[in-house]
């Protein structure tokens, strides 16, 4: 693949983070005491398109640039280990601080002790920042890399273990307790999985048709908004999914044949905007908003307001930071090298 080729991955990865950033979106509803429903209507149908979007590409790069040359799994884990674990060990740090010194402002108090500290990094569902969830996902995804190199090497296995993977979704899997979310892991392995096949055989170019954009947006927001299609939805959520998937993947095509550059302000930092946008969003929401006492009238400025800060001031952040001759503080962050 060319280089010229990958614009369009770095589109609907920054399409993916716009999506996250406005599914983090909580404003205060002062007469209800709730998130805006036509919040959290937008959030309802955002959660099924973003994060498989992430992990599906998250795969398609590791096919790219690792299994399909080859790479050593020495070379690979040491790359993750300066890419994922030290900024997932920096941020988790970094997120207990920000608990402790702004827990009085939050919306659900929770006191860091010696105990919830050292959980903090096999636990993401509770405190703090319970969006590094993606990045244990990741992780565990990452160590299984031989296990992929292995797999990919037989295409009649690759098919089984992809069935597999699937069928997986439709069993009801608890796993209590969720240590370093196993949840997660499992729930979103096909789409990592299906990244890599759909690199490998080179399946993205069935969604490069100018039209198919229109069909299945149309096709996903219909089945979500009609409570009967909706409801028959639940029981192939992974269709669903893919469905939404597919349609991102498929915009973000077009896109790239007239706008190569689309979003090149940001697309270089989408990681660190996943990780910093939520705290910058809560002081929007937590600080500003409430202190202006919940004005309905202003809720939409204020929506826009909240996206534009989750977006923009992690890049602005990271440009600080890049500034600064540290190359830990670099490697914390996950800036490029």
């Not at 996206?307 to 001031?313: E, N, T």
Request: aromatic share 18%.
């Amino acid at each position: 693949m060319r280089k010229g080729q990958i614009h369009w991955i770095a589109i609907a990865q920054a399409i993916a983070i716009i999506m996250v950033v406005m599914y983090h979106v909580r404003l205060l509803n002062a007469t209800t005491g709730e998130n805006y429903v036509f919040i959290d209507n937008i959030c309802g149908f955002l959660g099924h398109v973003h994060m498989p979007v992430f992990f599906l590409l998250s795969g398609f790069l590791l096919y790219h640039t690792r299994i399909s040359v080859n790479v050593k799994i020495g070379n690979l884990y040491k790359d993750k280990v300066l890419r994922l674990v030290v900024p997932f060990v920096f941020c988790t740090i970094l997120g207990n601080m920000a608990q402790i010194v702004f827990n009085g402002f939050v919306k659900h108090p929770h006191d860091v002790t010696v105990a919830s500290f050292f959980q903090s990094f096999f636990f993401a569902g509770g405190y703090p920042w319970p969006h590094r969830w993606f990045l244990m996902a990741l992780i565990l995804m990452m160590l299984l890399y031989p296990f992929y190199k292995l797999v990919t090497s037989n295409k009649a296995v690759e098919w089984i273990l992809l069935l597999l993977l699937v069928a997986i979704q439709y069993v009801s899997l608890q796993a209590e307790p969720n240590v370093f979310c196993i949840q997660q892991f499992v729930e979103y392995s096909p789409f990592f999985f299906l990244g890599i096949l759909l690199c490998k055989y080179r399946l993205w170019q069935c969604l490069a048709y100018w039209w198919l954009p229109f069909v299945l947006w149309a096709l996903a927001i219909v089945i979500y908004l009609v409570p009967s299609l909706w409801e028959m939805a639940q029981y192939g959520l992974f269709a669903y999914r893919l469905l939404c998937v597919c349609a991102l993947i498929a915009t973000a095509l077009q896109l790239s044949r007239y706008r190569p550059m689309l979003f090149s302000s940001f697309r270089n930092y989408i990681f660190q905007i996943y990780i910093f946008g939520v705290a910058f969003q809560a002081f929007v929401e937590l600080i500003v908003w409430r202190h202006l006492g919940c004005p309905g009238a202003l809720v939409l400025p204020f929506f826009v307001l909240n996206v534009l800060a989750g977006v923009w001031l992690p890049v602005l952040l990271s440009k600080m930071a890049e500034k600064i001759p540290s190359r830990l503080l670099h490697v914390c962050m996950g800036l490029r090298q």
